[in-house]
């Protein structure tokens, strides 16, 4: 029986069978002895092994011998049957050696005969049959293997024992034989080199016994295994006394040869490239080179035209009137309603036309890069933000400088944003490229990898650092899309709210940084909240929103929504139920997204801004809602910190926190329209995140607190805040002890943060201010209509409310002024007082109550008259049921004649008695003078009641007198 290919592997044998008439043969007893049957005239194997043949196949020739041991002088007669092997009478040659003696040893071979192609494979058996002279018999068997197929050989792997291999080293060759009838061996290795351009670099080599080529390993780890497989067999590489001769090759060859016992044989070889040392990395050393460096820019952060169609171009972004942005306008599958519309190369904003700053000095950090030869080059990419993740990374046909990504002219073959990928890495000096992406450029670059996949992401790219991406979307994207909440310029004179809310309706780009599915799994914070008073909401909606399910409902209904243009801005408007879907589906893929393996990834995120928007609240108001924002310091202004900070840490990320309200508390920015502050727009321009990433491009690593605002944890959130909120027809302005002005400049139409850690903000129709509790403050509200104001003050820990004010409906003109200051925190603040009218008079003053509301008092006081037995005079008190009421009397007294030394005739008193709010009863009386000795006399004239700003009401007395007597 045939043994396994495990079996077959066993070195070469010559199949003998030896057979004795006596106690040791399975024969009967004779005195006539057969010693061996072989077959013979086979081919020895060629090459190291050296071996004759123990199988045979079609086309072979061999020889049958016996031999047998006679006592008898007369030869013994031998017959063979060979018929298994197709042959029917085969001849036998005469016996030897020499004559047949006494005794003796005598050959008889059969043969040769010739193995026919029909002849099937397996084992073939020749039966012998030895008669003596004494007429004894003996018979015995001889076995041999018909094998016609040939082995098999693949060579899988070439490995080396050392980076550099060179003669006197190992290679180590793994495979896999098999596909015989017969046991195979390896029985021949040949090794060629060869340079770059395929042409050898020395003959080829094959090795020898005396080369140190391990047949005999390579054998016996084919004899240990069940499958014919081989792994990482030695096998020494030669040197011939010159070392280098594989170091100089670029190819190195190997080629098996294996035979099988009837001499079959197959080739297998493999060609890998010779290991070399890689050569000395000039970037070793940290700052002494670094990678090229892509820039994506936020939404809004590329400039975009469309021709003028005069030979010229005009631009679009930033806008300068309200059409600018309808140009802009797109379809309701969120293709641009234009088929003209482009960037140009590298027109990113770099500053805005009111002075502020956005890109300008991260734009002069990577050319101060360049300039110094740390970077080869960088680029940073304008895009069409307008547009889908996938049509900005699939299309951007770059025409003459004019990169179109929508319309007509947008089809390519090498979309720009890879396309200049890949050309910064052919540059660099790296081979790779980091990658800087601001805001919605970090989703850009999140959809970037995937498309380009892990392998091709990690050959081009070393590290990616996200400035303050909405990695799951931010809240704000809501209010923005649903009222133009922050999109408007200039507070309406350039572009208005409702053409940006009517842009962002169809723009996918809205839909992108709306929170996800996963956005709500980790922030605890509706994202829209009802008043109790909205039961026809609350009904549709529940009393808050949570869910990605549920936001998605309420942002595609109809109930309660306006025209995005000519709607009233409060009231909501349908978002498109498409582009919705779409970005959702989108999230899906990008919220479980993390680095590519071999790609690091740095996340920052802006801290400290409180008006950075957390949801909105809707309240009722008249047959409509009003929405008021919710807001949170843990953010940038724009986008809340969990979304900046998405990617896990386990995936590979590293965290850090920009201390925004430190920065600007100690950093006031300086611009052509005055100081502002920095925010989500602006953070690429704080110098502890310019230098942070400077030194991350350039390989430096420094300490944490040479960066002083930036942080691996969450910034300490333990200060007392101040949060100012007015819902009415006035301005609201605070100013510091130094005239520093934070509202809304009279001048220039333009929000200026002069103050050091304060900010403003409008939605809908309230305002916001936001101070820290710990600077003196005066705040002023200036009347434009009539109407009523409430004015609240709130005090925060972190995001914690923990006392607060309300000043609520107290009436306003437009000649209104209101002020009131503050120490520092909410405990220290001044009453309100109130010049209805700007005369520069003091009409109402109302104390705050801490916690509790304060209305405006409209009661006058009472005025009691009463008579004091002290001076001997009547005298006046003044009550009031809502505080204090003061009381002052003036008198006219008659003119003095000549001479005359006390006052004659009548005096004329007015007795005012003051409420905290301002209202007033004025009695007026007269009496003679002099006054008589022990008693006086009165007469009541008029009674006169004012309440705060409004005229009083006079009543007249006649025949009215009180007298009093007294001794």
Request: hydrophobic share 35%; glycine share 8%; charged share 15%.
């Amino acid at each position: 029986m045939l043994k396994t290919m495990r079996t077959r592997s066993v070195v070469s044998f010559i199949f003998t069978c030896i057979l004795a008439f006596g106690v040791s043969s399975p024969v009967v007893q004779a005195a006539s002895v057969i010693l061996k049957t072989s077959f013979g005239g086979l081919e020895t194997i060629p090459h190291t092994l050296l071996l004759p043949q123990t199988a045979t196949k079609a086309g072979d020739n061999p020889t049958f011998q016996v031999i047998v041991h006679s006592p008898y002088t007369y030869l013994p007669t031998v017959s063979v049957d060979l018929s298994q092997f197709g042959v029917a009478s085969p001849t036998t040659t005469p016996a030897g050696p020499g004559s047949p003696n006494y005794n003796s040893d005598s050959y008889y071979n059969f043969g040769p005969f010739s193995i026919g192609a029909d002849i099937t494979d397996g084992l073939k058996t020749a039966f012998v049959t030895v008669t003596d002279s004494a007429g004894d018999v003996a018979t015995t068997t001889a076995q041999i293997i018909v094998d016609n197929i040939k082995p098999t050989v693949v060579l899988s792997d070439i490995s080396f024992s050392t980076v550099s291999p060179r003669g006197g080293d190992y290679m180590y060759l793994s495979g896999k034989v098999g596909g015989t009838g017969s046991v195979a061996r390896v029985s021949q290795i040949t090794m060629s080199l060869t340079d770059e351009s395929g042409r050898p670099v020395m003959s080829s080599v094959t090795g020898g016994s005396t080369m140190g080529y391990n047949y005999a390993g390579f054998n016996e780890e084919l004899s240990a295994s069940t499958d014919g497989s081989f792994s990482r067999v030695p096998v020494q590489l030669v040197d011939f006394g010159d070392t280098e001769w594989i170091p100089r090759a670029t190819n190195f060859a190997v080629e098996l040869v294996v035979y099988d016992e009837a001499a079959n044989f197959s080739n297998g070889s493999l060609t890998v490239l010779v290991p070399k040392p890689p050569p000395p990395d000039p970037c070793a050393e940290p700052g002494a080179c670094a990678s090229n460096v892509l820039f994506l820019p936020g939404i809004e952060g590329s400039r975009l035209y469309r021709p003028d169609y005069n030979g010229g171009t005009d631009q679009l972004w930033e806008p300068n009137i309200d059409g600018d942005v309808q140009d802009l306008y797109m379809n309701a599958d969120g293709s641009s309603t234009r088929f003209d519309v482009y960037a140009k190369e590298r027109d990113v904003i770099d500053e805005l036309p009111n002075g502020w700053n956005i890109y300008k000095s991260f734009i002069a950090e990577m050319n101060e890069l360049e300039s110094a030869g740390i970077i080869n080059d960088w680029e940073p990419i304008a895009y069409d933000w307008r547009l889908s993740l996938d049509d900005i990374l699939n299309y951007g046909n770059d025409v003459q400088g004019r990169i179109y990504y929508s319309g007509d002219l947008r089809a390519t073959s090498t979309p720009y944003v890879i396309q200049e990928l890949k050309h910064l890495a052919g540059t660099s000096k790296t081979g790779k490229v980091t990658i800087v992406a601001h805001s919605n450029g970090g989703l850009l670059v999140k959809r970037l990898t995937e498309l380009l996949g892990p392998a091709e992401s990690a050959r081009l790219i070393d590290k990616m650092i996200f400035v303050a991406v909405p990695q799951v979307g931010t809240p704000m994207a809501i209010s923005a899309g649903l009222h133009g909440y922050k999109q408007d310029h200039v507070f309406g004179l350039v572009t208005s709210k409702s053409t940006a809310r009517t842009f962002a309706q169809n723009s996918p780009m809205e839909y992108h940084l709306l929170p996800s599915a996963q956005y709500f799994t980790y922030v605890d914070d509706p994202v829209v909240t009802f008043d109790a008073p909205l039961t026809d909401w609350i009904s549709r909606y529940g009393s808050v929103i949570h869910s990605q399910s549920s936001l998605h409902q309420f942002l595609i209904d109809t109930f309660g929504r306006v025209d995005p243009q000519t709607g009233d801005i409060n009231q909501p408007i349908q978002f498109n139920n498409l582009l919705l879907t779409n970005a959702e589906t989108l999230h899906a893929s990008l919220d479980n997204w993390t680095p590519p393996a071999g790609i690091s990834l740095i996340q920052i995120a802006g801290w400290g801004v409180p008006k950075t928007v957390s949801g909105i609240t809707y309240k009722k108001k008249d047959a409509g809602v009003q929405p008021e924002a919710n807001f949170t310091v843990d953010g940038d202004g724009t986008v809340v910190v969990p979304s900046a900070l998405w990617t896990s840490t386990s995936a590979g990320a590293t965290n850090y926190w920009m201390n925004l309200r430190a920065y600007n508390s100690d950093h006031p920015f300086l611009s052509s329209f005055g100081p502002t502050v920095f925010n989500h727009s602006r953070i690429l321009e704080t110098d502890a995140v310019l230098n942070f990433i400077y030194d991350q491009i350039n390989d430096v690593t420094k300490s944490l607190s040479d960066y002083v605002y930036l942080s691996t944890n969450a910034p300490a959130n333990s200060d007392k805040r101040l949060r100012y909120a007015l819902h009415s027809p006035l301005t609201l302005n605070l100013y510091d002890n130094e005239g520093r002005h934070t509202g809304v400049s009279t001048s220039t139409g333009q929000v200026e943060e002069q103050i050091p850690g304060t900010y403003y903000t409008e939605f809908g129709d309230v305002k916001y201010l936001f101070s820290d509790a710990s600077t003196p403050a005066h705040v002023f509200m200036n009347g434009y209509a009539d109407g009523t104001f409430t004015f609240n003050v709130d005090q925060y820990i972190g995001d914690a409310l923990t006392a607060s004010t309300t000043f609520k409906d107290i009436p306003t003109s437009p000649s209104t002024i209101v002020a009131l200051n503050v120490e520092s925190d909410i405990s220290t603040l001044s009453p309100m007082q109130i010049d209805k009218n700007g005369d520069g008079i003091v009409d109402a003053t109302l104390a705050s109550k801490l916690n509790g509301t304060v209305t405006l008092d409209t009661t006058p006081p009472e005025l009691q008259m009463t008579f004091s037995t002290t001076t001997k005079s009547i005298s006046f008190i003044g009550t009031d049921d809502s505080g204090t009421a003061t009381v002052t009397a003036t008198t006219t007294y008659p003119a003095l004649k000549k001479k005359q030394k006390e006052y004659r005739g009548i005096a004329t008193t007015f007795v005012t008695a003051r409420d905290e709010s301002g209202n007033t009863t004025t009695l007026v009386y007269t009496e003679q003078l002099p006054s008589p000795s022990q008693r006086d006399t009165i007469t009541l004239k008029a009674l006169a009641y004012g309440s705060t700003g409004s005229p009083q009401a006079t009543t007249t007395f006649r025949n009215s007198s009180i007298a009093y007597k007294w001794r």
